[in-house]
Nanobody, 120 residues
Framework: EVQLQASGGGLVQAGGSLRLSCVAS????????VGWFRQAPGKEREGVSC????????FYPDSVKGRFTMSENNAKNTVYLQMNSLKPEDTGVYYC?????????????WGRGTQVTVSS
């Protein structure tokens, strides 16, 4: 059974940092594109990072570029999202996902999210 479990969310003040983790079971992360997405109340889901296996590049939207960094530990089948200089607008539920066309079509397997709340 394919499972993804995100963790590491919490309440942090603006300017602070959090590191999210996502552990996969039932498949190997490095066989698929992998990424992090977030959704705030009343807003559409937004991609905040996506690692493409085609060229090894990681996409970040302008809203998080320079502040968020995604990494992976293949031995642990875990991906991370280091979030620095957090802003109140970063608040939302963060999800990790994996799939062959995740970075291009947003399709893949999704895990349960973890709540991130940034206070001003």
């Amino acid at each position: 059974e394919v499972q993804l479990q995100a963790s590491g969310g919490g309440l942090v003040q603006a300017g602070g940092s959090l590191r999210l983790s996502c552990v996969a079971s039932g498949f190997t992360f490095d066989d698929y594109a992998v990424g992090w997405f977030r959704q705030a109340p009343g807003k559409e889901r937004e991609g905040v990072s996506c690692l493409s296996r085609k060229d090894g590049s990681t996409f970040y939207p302008d809203s998080v570029k320079g502040r968020f960094t995604m990494s992976e530990n293949n031995a642990k089948n875990t991906v991370y999202l280091q979030m620095n200089s957090l802003k109140p607008e970063d608040t939302g539920v963060y999800y990790c996902a994996a799939g062959t066309t995740l970075c291009t079509l947003g399709l893949g397997s999704w895990g349960r999210g973890t709540q991130v709340t940034v206070s001003s």
